[in-house]
Nanobody, 123 residues
Framework: VQLQASGGGLVQAGDSLRLSCAAS????????MGWFRQAPGKEREFVAA????????YYTDSVKGRFTISRDNVKKTVYLQMNSLKPEDTAVYYC?????????????????WGQGTLVTVSS
């Protein structure tokens, strides 16, 4: 499977952005799709994930209530709707695919990664 992330940009605090991650190739081997982010000087961290089949989702606490992950099975695309953005959300955002049957927040359990898309939130 190949992943193509897009949708990043420069916004002000309080604004919204929607990231997209288009999957191609052998997508049947990917059961879970996740979004991670890496801020300058920090380690990559889990943001949200969704199960392709059940649609179940999971979020890290810092984005609950502000971010929504969703998927379009026909378009093979996963979205991350980000509302009420804060400067601390500034990071490179990566989408990733995992063959795990249940959602995982552990980056090493994601075997395919897309290129990052930069989100910058100014105060």
């Amino acid at each position: 499977v190949q992943l193509q992330a897009s949708g990043g940009g420069l916004v002000q605090a309080g604004d919204s952005l929607r990231l997209s991650c288009a999957a191609s190739g052998r997508t049947s081997s990917s059961n879970v799709m996740g979004w991670f982010r890496q801020a300058p000087g920090k380690e990559r961290e889990f943001v949200a994930a969704i199960n392709w089949n059940s649609g179940s989702t999971y979020y890290t606490d810092s984005v609950k209530g502000r971010f929504t992950i969703s998927r379009d099975n026909v378009k093979k695309t996963v979205y991350l709707q980000m509302n009420s953005l804060k400067p601390e959300d500034t990071a490179v955002y990566y989408c990733a695919a995992s063959a795990q049957m249940v959602i995982t927040t552990i980056s090493s359990r994601y075997n395919t990664w897309g290129q990052g898309t930069l989100v910058t939130v100014s105060s």
